[in-house]
């Protein structure tokens, strides 16, 4: 079945980097768009970042344009972000969504930036 199996949060303090991997299995991950999308707790989901199933055309929210950068490594089916220069309001627990259908999620890993 189709998983995907996000790891890599914690707690950064501002300023600070973090890289999330998302692992992928059940589907043809080299196939399938991917996107990294977060939540707030008590407030919606923020979309994040997207990228296309060879990674060469990357989208990103405007608030983490220059700081956070996503990839893919489709040899490992895997999905990253790599999130550089963290400020409180980038914490959230941030998912992956993707695979077939553009309909998965994983579990989510929790972000917490904080001094």
């Known amino acids: 079945q189709v998983q995907l199996v996000e790891s890599g949060g914690g707690l950064v303090q501002p300023g600070g980097s973090l890289r999330l991997s998302c692992t992928a299995s059940?589907?043809?991950?080299?196939?399938?768009?991917m996107s990294w999308v977060r939540q707030v707790p008590g407030k919606g989901f923020e979309w994040v970042s997207h990228?296309?199933?060879?990674?060469?055309?990357?989208y990103y929210l405007d608030s983490v344009k220059g700081r956070f950068t996503i990839s893919r490594d489709n040899s490992k089916n895997i999905l990253y972000l790599q999130m550089n220069s963290l400020k409180p309001e980038d914490a959230a627990v941030y998912y992956c969504?993707?695979?077939?259908?553009?309909?998965?999620w994983g579990q989510g890993t929790q972000v917490t930036v904080s001094s």
């Open positions: 969504r993707g695979g077939p259908d553009y309909k998965y």
């Open positions: 059940g589907f043809t991950f080299s196939s399938a768009p």
């Open positions: 990228t296309n199933n060879f990674g060469d055309v990357t």
